[in-house]
């Protein structure tokens, strides 16, 4: 893929995040793989206007001299593709899911679609979030299993083979995690209507 095909995907994502609120004006990060080289936001970048100097390519394996620039979550991106097959990682703050998360150990969509592309999202907790350690060594090893991750207090990280497939996923959790919030507020208990959804807890 060209590198203006690739500036685009980072700009039309990091657009769209912001345009549905959930990143505020220098949150979240993206990036992409590929080969032994990752392709990841500058620290402290605006996503909904990403120029060219925004995106920083750096090293899967090691540093080299634009490491500096990258985003302080560095570590975690290449943590996540060193242990799984994504190409893609999207990492937003959207405030529906992270308030669920504050009180949620998993999050179980009831709505049509988020039960389909999700089914269920474990939540993980560490004590130092962004950029840290032991967030990389959690995402390495759920994101194995699922393809949305979230962090407790902070956000989720979501994988896909494109960064556009990785914000899908972002976008269908926050809204899960809106109709949840609505359909537990109005005091009914939820009617199930999906088959197999006695699955969704285990998966």
């Known amino acids: 893929m060209s590198s203006s ?74 943590a996540i593709y060193q242990g799984t097959s994504a190409q893609a990682v999207v990492h937003a703050h959207p405030p529906s899911a992270i308030a669920r998360s504050l009180v949620c150990d998993e999050i179980v969509p009831v709505d049509s679609e988020g039960s389909y592309l999700l089914h269920k999202v474990p939540v993980v907790s ?25 962090v407790r207090g902070h956000g989720p990280f979501a994988i896909g083979h494109l960064l556009e497939e990785a914000y899908q996923l972002t976008s269908v959790f926050e809204m899960t995690c809106r109709i949840l919030t609505i359909a537990e507020g109005m005091g009914e208990q939820v009617r199930e209507y999906r ?8 998966w």
Request: glycine letters at 10%; charged letters at 30%.
């Open 126 to 150: 560490a004590e130092l979030t962004a950029g840290s350690v032991e967030v990389a060594g959690l995402l390495s090893k759920w994101l194995k299993e699922y393809d949305l991750v979230m």
């Open 5 to 78: 095909a690739v500036l685009e995907q980072f700009r039309s994502v990091g657009r769209d995040l912001f345009l549905a609120g959930v990143i505020s004006s220098h949150g979240g990060n993206l990036s992409v793989r590929q080969g032994d080289r990752i392709l990841i936001t500058r620290r402290g970048s605006m996503l909904a206007r990403l120029e060219e100097r925004d995106v920083i390519e750096t090293g899967l394996e090691e540093n080299d001299a634009n490491v500096m620039l990258a985003s302080t979550e560095i570590g975690v991106h290449r």
């Open 195 to 202: 088959k197999g959804s006695d699955r969704y807890k285990t």
